[in-house]
């Protein structure tokens, strides 16, 4: 009686182990974001990949002299936005998720901003 006992206790206490890393890896699966950051970044990406997009499209309509302009242009507006939107939200919460949500959130609009300009200079050409 004790052995069944002992087997039964086993697979009972298999089966909880099984449901219980079950459960932790379902949840870290969809808690991988609690924070929200994993959105902001995916739309900062989008706006990247646009920006390089609008940029090569400018660049190939422009003379040689001209291209060399617009990417130290490019290089300085670069640089100006990634200290800009540090500073705008380090400010607030420096290295928290906050200042991180807002350092990603500037990164983004600015970047989309920039896509807009560049639309207009390459309308004038």
């Known amino acids: 009686m004790l052995t069944i006992l002992n087997k039964t ?3 009972t206490l298999l089966a909880l182990f099984l449901v219980f890393c079950c459960t932790q890896l379902s949840f870290s699966q969809t808690s991988e974001d609690a924070t929200g950051e994993t959105g902001l970044y995916r739309e900062y990406e989008k706006a990247d990949k646009e920006l390089n ?7 190939k309509k422009l003379s040689k002299a001209d291209q060399t302009a617009l990417t130290n242009a490019q290089k300085d507006w670069i640089n100006f936005r990634d200290s800009n939107c540090k500073f705008k939200s380090y400010a607030e919460d420096e290295d928290g ?6 350092n990603i959130d500037c990164l983004t609009q600015a970047t989309i901003s920039r896509t807009k ?3 207009e200079l390459i309308e004038g050409f």
Request: net charge positive; hydrophobic share 45%.
């Open 9 to 11: 206790m086993k697979k």
């Open 53 to 59: 997009v609008v940029y090569n499209k400018l660049k």
């Open 97 to 102: 998720v906050i200042a991180n949500k807002m």
């Open 117 to 119: 300009e560049l639309k």
